[in-house]
């Protein structure tokens, strides 16, 4: 518990260093900083595209967390070439999710542009209480089936009723947990070997839920749970 402490305070002093000497070089960026944008709905309802970090550091809380780390070899006429591949989930566990995965030759710099391009792929989810066993109306859950694909996994987020939990292993709850989600059943198929498409699998599913049509109650619930 204590080295858990200590990481999430090395983090949020190096996110306050990072926001204290930033310079925005966006138009967003430079009205974030200057307090004309305080939501990061205001972004996403105008379509507009996240390239500075920073922006979600300003806007968001987020927790972080590496899903995959492997050391990678490179056949060179030089010789073998060694590096880290690195992937980073960060999510507020209110709705907002993402992902990034990067290369380097060093272990901490590969995790940290990870974290960077986790932080500028960041989605919007729509959570909601699509189970017909359950009527609470809060969005604890998806709010209809979906299904999401990477290579050869495919997962499938099913609506359960509050109290259910996360029915699913341990490489997508944590993508759930993430994003807010406590109730669902999950489906599954694919190699249990690969666990970064599984995680990949249930991002693309989670998108799924802003991607849909959503019929007029589920867009009236959705309102009334904001």
Sequence with gaps: MKRREREETRHEDEREKNLANWIPKTEIGKKVRAGEITKIEEIFEKNKSILEPEIIDSLLELEEKMVDFKKTTRVTRAG???????????????????????????????????????????????RGCGSWECTCGLGHSVPFRVTGKASSVKVTLIPAPKGTGLVAGDNIKEVLQFAGITDVWVKSFGSTSTKLNFVLATLDALKQTTKMKASNEIIKKDEQQR
């Design 80 to 126: 073998r070439q060694f590096s880290f591949r690195a992937a980073v989930l960060v999510g507020n566990k209110n709705g907002f999710v993402g992902l990034g995965t990067a290369k380097d030759k060093e272990r901490w710099p590969a995790i940290r542009k990870a974290t960077k391009k986790a932080k500028l792929n960041i989605s919007k989810i729509r």
